[in-house]
């Protein structure tokens, strides 16, 4: 999903491949631990299996699949630590990020714009109780925080952000499933979009760090819970 507006080149097959499989487990409809097939989701997916391959190679990299011997591609679990790690990595960065959009605001031309279209995703909601909703609404939380960092004038942050939220969705999409966040989430966002217009570098961060904190809050009530959706476990 990108900024809304933006012109963007046609995905490769490969690009179309690391979508489709991101997706699925993000959505845990590949599980933590789960095997994954070239050959199944090559048929699952018509684009090849060279371009799934290759996808496999990507999310490996992103952390979200592990290559294991004689077992090929395996959806890596979630541990307290990556939990942890996600969270520490976005409290030191998106902050930073929301701080420099509110300084860049009005200096670059469309910031207004690109304003307007972070605004408008702050109003997208979801069905509770339906995953695909819910992530959906994730998504578009993704797009929301990662168009704070485009605004924040920095490509490498931009990357890091994203990174960090794909590995996040994994966990915030069940955490949904126990605490319904949309309307706060949606207050935030409009409370820190508000900050950026006004070039309040503070408060912009200080609202910011109050959502990762808030996320992180919802994420282990969910996923360390008896009925947890996700294996989640402590590193060896």
Same mark, same amino acid.
């Given at each position: 999903?990108?900024?809304?507006?933006?012109?963007?080149?046609?995905?490769?097959?490969?690009?179309?491949?690391?979508?489709?499989?991101?997706?699925?487990?993000?959505?845990?409809?590949?599980?933590?631990?789960?095997?994954?097939?070239?050959?199944?989701?090559?048929?699952?997916?018509?684009?090849?299996?060279?371009?799934?391959?290759?996808?496999?190679?990507?999310?490996?990299?992103?952390?979200?699949?592990?290559?294991?011997?004689?077992?090929?591609?395996?959806?890596?679990?979630? %541990?307290?630590?990556?939990?942890? $790690?996600?969270?520490?990595?976005?409290?030191? &960065?998106?902050?930073?990020? +929301? /701080?420099? #959009? !509110?300084?860049?605001?009005?200096?670059?031309?469309?910031?207004?714009?690109?304003?307007?279209?972070?605004?408008?995703?702050?109003?997208?909601?979801?069905?509770?109780?339906?995953?695909?909703?819910?992530?959906?609404?994730?998504?578009?939380?993704?797009?929301?925080?990662?168009?704070?960092?485009?605004?924040?004038?920095?490509?490498?942050?931009?990357?890091?952000?994203?990174?960090?939220?794909?590995?996040?969705?994994?966990?915030?999409?069940?955490?949904?499933? %126990?605490?319904?966040?949309?309307? $706060?989430?949606?207050?935030?966002?409009?409370? &820190?979009?508000?900050?950026? +217009? /006004?070039? #309040? !570098?503070?408060?912009?961060?200080?609202?910011?760090?109050?959502?990762?904190?808030?996320?992180?809050?919802?994420?282990?009530?969910?996923?360390?819970?008896?009925?947890?959706?996700?294996?989640?476990?402590?590193?060896?």
């Amino acid at each position: 999903m990108s900024l809304i507006g933006r012109i963007e080149a046609p995905l490769s097959l490969t690009d179309q491949a690391v979508v489709a499989l991101r997706r699925e487990i993000i959505a845990c409809r590949l599980a933590p631990g789960e095997t994954v097939s070239e050959t199944l989701m090559a048929e699952r997916f018509p684009l090849g299996r060279a371009a799934i391959r290759t996808a496999l190679s990507r999310l490996a990299e992103e952390g979200l699949v592990q290559a294991m011997p004689r077992r090929g591609w395996v959806v890596r679990v979630v %541990t307290l630590r990556d939990i942890h $790690e996600v969270c520490d990595l976005r409290m030191l &960065l998106e902050p930073e990020s +929301a /701080r420099l #959009a !509110a300084l860049n605001c009005g200096r670059e031309p469309g910031s207004a714009a690109r304003l307007r279209e972070l605004d408008a995703i702050c109003a997208r909601g979801y069905t509770p109780g339906d995953a695909e909703s819910a992530l959906d609404f994730l998504t578009a939380n993704r797009e929301f925080h990662t168009g704070v960092a485009v605004l924040a004038g920095n490509d490498r942050l931009t990357r890091e952000i994203g990174r960090l939220l794909d590995e996040g969705t994994r966990m915030l999409v069940h955490g949904l499933s %126990t605490r319904d966040r949309t309307v $706060e989430m949606a207050h935030e966002h409009h409370a &820190l979009v508000e900050a950026i +217009a /006004r070039n #309040a !570098a503070d408060e912009a961060a200080q609202i910011m760090r109050e959502q990762v904190a808030a996320s992180r809050e919802m994420v282990l009530a969910a996923l360390t819970g008896p009925r947890s959706p996700l294996i989640v476990s402590e590193p060896r």
